[in-house]
């Protein structure tokens, strides 16, 4: 048995490890210094290196993104934390019209290699604003790689090929994740980009996630072992580039496909994986594809709209085994993912 | 010019409901919703609200309890949207950084930073291009203040005399971050609004009558169609930026923080009032007890009122269904 870390001790552990090794390594955001650290993620950095490479900013969004660009032009590696995704979206115009294309609009001269760290809020009322996941909008874009990793080992690799890349990089971290626990090597190592990996092996119908639903597939498929369904969960771990091939090759083989993600379904990660599929394997299908995904509203507040807007285990199971034609009832209640989570952030 | 006594009697309705509020959130753990209390800043609000009509419009950041009772705000649909409940003034969808009472003039207020400033500034200039004499008002933080929203929107409102008060209540913080970490000190949010030849003010924003001067002067302005104008309210929150405790000796210096304790605008502005009004400390006593009530009454009213049901939980992505023809 390995050494054993938290989700948000693994992103710590890896960005002062690449800090240590690459001197133009600076973590930038608001409230990056304090107490609460970014969740603990940026606190070590901060206590190794100080205010020097841990870099408390305004709250100006926009501008810091530029301004990551045009120091990373100049030799810095910056790795923005944004406490919500959210808010990433006043940094958009320069990363998407600018961070992304930089290299190919200037042809081919190198890249701006910024890192934005987005966390996805869920659970206490976030609401509208504070819970929405991001990754299949910053996937549209080429020149950036957009990662959602959901187990700590690939959240310390993934950012570390982030802070060795050599274009943008955005990473989606899942709030509900940074308590779970797991192995994590102790030297600095890479996970690389499009590269997904098969979370559980099984038979009988895959479920394809990333980051948050990669935990709640498995939850639905140990629920479902219990009824003599083999859910095999395929966690693709980066949205772009994709891993068609593990997708494709776990689809041919059971024949069903759950996709499950945190954000909506239309032009979303989960159409992009249907897409694919249709793509690749259309034979291999013996039954549509389901689609497991918030319903068409922006995120309620009050708890019981809130607990049923965000898609869970209960809603991956129910989806399999409509596909494997099983029997729902038989399947006990489920609580949701944040019934143990004390607020109030 | 509004009695002093009135300017007392809404602050401390506004400390009341808020400690009570913040009281039942830490115990309860059922106002599931993350919630920016204005305590300690209730001058800012109160003063400039006076100032204002029923019927002019006020938009603000997250922190918007105190705004939204000092522009008279329903207290149990505010109440009932913290407990998420279908009687919420958002019907509980939006929650403590959405709320909005559209009879009362409180327009909105919203969570992503800067937002407000420059939708408050399209209100005003839709307002004067239709003739209207209203004026708007936007409260938000000194943190708010460096997004480049800020500076668009001043930029915009000074071209077009938009009738907008902009309020800064700064509280020299962002969450956990002092403004000298984040803001030139030579420099200050008025000067940079005077740097876009907008009349702006400093004032002292635990003073509720100099806020509430300034404030008659800047509507007033802003009435005549000298729009834009500017505040900037000193002042301090006496809770953690987000939630019912205290970071005091943890994010904030706890000399700092006693210092404004010891500034307390309700405490001023009783002390101003007492050589007036020798029974002060009577009717301080008697209205904290009468908002006491009030808060548990509209509490009591949250907590029997029914949650939204969930067979309806998209309504309201859209108004009436669009039918392609
Ligand atoms: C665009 C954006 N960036 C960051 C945040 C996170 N955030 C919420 S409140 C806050 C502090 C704002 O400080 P200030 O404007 O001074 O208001 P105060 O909380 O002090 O009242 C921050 C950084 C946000 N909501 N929106
Ligand atoms: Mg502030």
Known sequence: MGRTLTYWQAIAEATVQCMEADPAVVVVGQNVDDAKGSYGTTRAAYERFGAARVVDTPNSENAVAGICIGAADQGLRPLVVHTRADFMFLAMDALINLGSKWRYMYGDQGGVPVVMRGVVGRGWGQGATHSQSLHSVFGHFPGLYVAAPASPADAKGLLISALRADTPVVLMENRSLYATEGEVPEEPYTVPFGKGRVARPGADVTVVAASLMVHEALRAAELLAGQGVDVEVVDVRSVRPLDEDVICSSAARTGRVVIADTSWARYGFSAEVAAVIAEHVPHALRAPVRRVTPPDCPAPVSWPLEEAFHPGAQKIADACLELVGGDRSAVPALAGVDAGFIGPY | ?325
């Open chain 2, 1 to 325: 010019m509004a009695d002093p006594a009135a300017l007392l009697r809404d602050m401390v309705r506004i400390r009341c409901v808020e400690e009570e509020l913040a009281d039942l959130y830490r115990d309860e753990q059922e106002m599931r919703t993350p919630v920016h209390f204005s305590v300690g800043q209730e001058a800012a609000a109160v003063g400039v609200c006076a100032a204002l009509r029923e019927d002019d419009l006020v938009y603000t950041g997250h922190r918007s309890h105190a705004a939204y009772l000092a522009k008279g705000g329903d207290l149990p649909a505010m109440v009932a949207e913290l407990y998420g409940k279908e009687t919420g003034c958002a019907r509980g969808r939006g929650g403590s950084v959405h709320l909005t009472d559209r009879a009362a003039g409180f327009a909105g207020s919203a969570a992503i930073l800067g937002e407000m400033i420059s939708v408050a500034t399209g209100a005003a200039w839709a307002l004067r291009r239709q003739g209207s004499r209203q004026v708007v008002v936007t409260f938000f933080g000194d943190g708010a203040a460096e997004e480049g929203v800020f500076h668009e929107s001043l930029n915009f409102a000074a071209v077009h005399r938009a009738p907008v008060v902009y309020v800064c209540e700064n509280n020299a913080y962002s969450i956990s971050s002092p403004i000298a970490a984040r803001q030139p000190a030579d420099g200050s949010v008025t000067a940079r609004a005077r740097a876009f030849g907008i009349t702006a003010e400093r004032v002292d924003g635990n003073d509720v009558a100099a806020v509430h001067a300034a404030a008659r002067r800047a509507v007033a302005a802003c009435r005549a169609g000298q729009g834009p104008a500017f505040l900037e309210l000193d002042t301090y929150r006496w809770r953690e930026h987000v939630g019912p405790g205290h970071d005091t000796g943890v994010d904030r210096p706890r000399e700092e923080v006693e210092s404004w304790l010891e500034r307390c605008p309700v405490r001023r502005a009783a002390d101003a009032l007492r050589p007036g009004a020798p029974d002060v400390e009577e009717r301080l006593a008697a209205w904290d007890e009468e908002f006491r009530d009030e808060t548990r009454l509209a509490v009591a009213a949250a907590k029997a009122a029914p949650f939204p049901a969930v067979d309806r939980l998209t309504d309201g992505a859209y108004g009436s269904p669009v039918h392609a023809s």
